[in-house]
Antibody, heavy 116, light 109 residues
Framework: EVQLVQSAAEVKSPGEPLTISCKAS????????IGWVRQMPGKGLEWMGI????????RYSPSFQDRVTISADRSVNTAYLQWDSLQASDTAMYYC?????????WGQGTLVTVSS | SYELTQPPSMSVSPGQTATITCSGD??????CYWYQQKSGQAPVLVIS???VRPSGIPERFSGSKSGTIATLVITDVQADDEADYYC????????????FGPGTKVTVL
């Protein structure tokens, strides 16, 4: 069974760095793209970017290109989403999802709250 | 920037049919995917590659595409189908896998 388990909710202050994670199991991690999706409170889904763990090929939505870094570690079957300096506007639910003919498996989401 | 367009909301009675459209200039060139998101839950893929129903998705859900418009149809709507529905498709550069539409809130009366 394919499973994506995301790290716990985070509460941070503006300007702080943050990395959240997405641990995959039940399939060959390096053989499928994994994407990240943002959902701000009460809003729709926004595609942020995607990585192919097999060779670390990474693509970003222009809206997020300069704001986040996506990475993956095949040794622990985990993908990451990183911010160097959070802003209040980063407050949102973040989902990871495996791409196989669409995003066919999703993590449970990580709620990130940025507040002073 | 490229956008997909969906109606913001619709209401449907149980047993009736819900038809949700998604329009985009590059839909003729790329697949469209559909997701269902119930309140407080992660999205679920309900239609892949324009019209393929993933394992476990009821036959009541079907998808099609014609030109710049993709359509998700839910027949015999049930109370459990109340959710937000999003289409997704690559943009002009075929950046994989692409942007989401704004979502359609389906309310079951």
């Amino acid at each position: 069974e394919v499973q994506l388990v995301q790290s716990a909710a985070e509460v941070k202050s503006p300007g702080e760095p943050l990395t959240i994670s997405c641990k995959a199991s039940g399939y060959t991690f390096g053989s499928y793209w994994i994407g990240w999706v943002r959902q701000m409170p009460g809003k729709g889904l926004e595609w942020m970017g995607i990585i192919y763990p097999g060779d670390s090929d990474t693509r970003y939505s222009p809206s997020f290109q300069d704001r986040v870094t996506i990475s993956a570690d095949r040794s622990v079957n985990t993908a990451y989403l990183q911010w160097d300096s959070l802003q209040a506007s980063d407050t949102a639910m973040y989902y990871c999802a495996r791409h196989s003919g669409g995003f066919d498996s999703w993590g449970q989401g990580t709620l990130v709250t940025v507040s002073s | 920037s490229y956008e997909l367009t969906q109606p913001p909301s619709m209401s449907v009675s149980p047993g009736q049919t819900a038809t949700i459209t998604c329009s985009g200039d590059f839909l003729p060139k790329h697949y469209c995917y559909w997701y269902q998101q119930k309140s407080g839950q992660a999205p679920v893929l309900v239609i892949s590659k324009d019209s393929v129903r993933p394992s476990g998705i009821p036959e009541r859900f079907s998808g099609s595409k014609s030109g710049t418009i993709a359509t998700l149809v839910i027949t015999d709507v049930q109370a459990d189908d109340e959710a937000d529905y999003y289409c997704q498709s690559p943009d002009r550069s075929a950046t994989y896998p692409g942007i989401f539409g704004p979502g359609t809130k389906v309310t079951v009366l």
